[in-house]
């Protein structure tokens, strides 16, 4: 075990008069985790009380609850806006089924959406190696041609709701990519604990975390060339996580090939899992550092996410 490194887990119960037992006194054990790094806590609950939703697919592309999709096939050229000349000079980028357009709602100065089938609905399981590696190449292209142009804006972020439950606002497959000085809550926690618990101990946390997992064993998944897969030990969703660590991948520039591959190859076995286990929907992303540091790992994260029920669609975030 690292010393390095603490998982520490606050165990407890709770006792009530039951009255799924005739009111009989009960026990009912949970757990408050903390995360090793940013120690944001996770309260490990309601096990097994939480199932994933079927989803209704097909009805999802009736006209009447459909509506208007600009991202469908025929609605794209008139109706989904271009890059200025000078970021993209053929206005959208096209690989495969893959169209990389801008966000007409952007996040930040440079904000792109990559629309990533022809298709309006693909499931789960409809996403092919082809598809997911057209849609990063693109994405991550459109994010190296933004630092060559804009070398202001340290961090890259790539993130992907897919289906209602996650917030995706469109059924149509998309991700989105984005250029920024804000990376958001999450990605600032990390990066700060990252850089103090570097200059502390002279290693990287990502690094310590990676050989602390493999020898516990329990959150170990696989590990290629280039990536390294867990399950986070203090989840972001209700249903679990899992994480993929690029070690040697500190700012955009160094994301290849290979490391898409590598994505790729993860992503894909994922989803055969979610097709198995009945999971419908997630929310995904993947943070990238400023060029200059060796501190902050480039990693990507994606969790489940299900209504609580189908009647009234209650989302599974909550007030943690
Ligand atoms: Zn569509």
């Keep these: 075990m690292s010393e390095k490194i603490s998982f520490k887990i606050f165990e407890s119960e709770s006792r009530f008069l039951d ?28 096990f097994g009380a939480i199932k994933s939703q079927k989803l209704p697919l097909e009805d999802y592309l009736k006209p009447e609850i459909k509506g208007f999709c600009p991202f469908c096939k025929e609605n794209r050229d008139k109706r989904t806006p271009k890059f200025l000349k000078n970021i993209i000079p053929e206005g959208r980028i096209e690989k495969g089924e893959t169209v990389l357009i801008p966000n007409l709602f952007p996040y930040d100065i440079y904000s792109a959406v990559a629309i990533m089938t022809d298709g309006h609905l693909c499931p789960i399981d409809g996403f092919t190696e082809k598809i997911l590696l057209d849609a990063l ?12 142009i804009n070398h202001e804006l340290p961090y890259h972020l790539m993130s992907w709701n897919y289906m209602p439950p996650s917030g995706g606002g469109l059924v149509h497959p998309h991700q989105q990519y984005f250029a920024t000085e804000f990376p958001g809550n999450q990605f600032v926690d990390e990066y700060k604990a990252s850089k103090e618990f570097y200059e502390k101990e002279d290693k990287s946390f990502w690094n310590e975390l990676m050989e602390t997992e493999k020898q516990i064993g329990e959150r170990f998944i696989a590990e ?9 030990f203090v989840s972001l969703g209700i249903l679990g996580e899992i994480m993929c660590i690029f070690p040697d991948v500190f700012s955009i520039e160094d994301f290849d090939d290979e490391c898409m591959n590598d994505l790729v190859w993860g992503l894909i076995r994922i989803f055969r899992y979610y097709k198995q286990a009945g999971i419908y ?3 995904a992303a993947m943070f990238f550092g400023d060029k200059r540091q060796r501190f902050f790992s480039c990693h990507f994260r994606i969790v489940p996410s299900t209504f609580l029920n189908m009647r009234d669609c209650a989302p599974d975030l909550h007030f943690f």
């Design 281 to 283: 929907s997630f929310n």
């Design 224 to 232: 290629t060339k280039r990536s390294f897969w867990i399950t986070p």
């Design 137 to 148: 190449q693109v994405g991550i292209d459109f994010l190296k041609r933004v630092k060559s």
């Design 19 to 46: 009255s799924r037992k005739n009111f009989e006194e009960t026990v009912e054990r949970f757990q408050v985790r903390m995360d090793p790094l940013t120690g944001r806590t996770g309260h490990f609950s309601h």
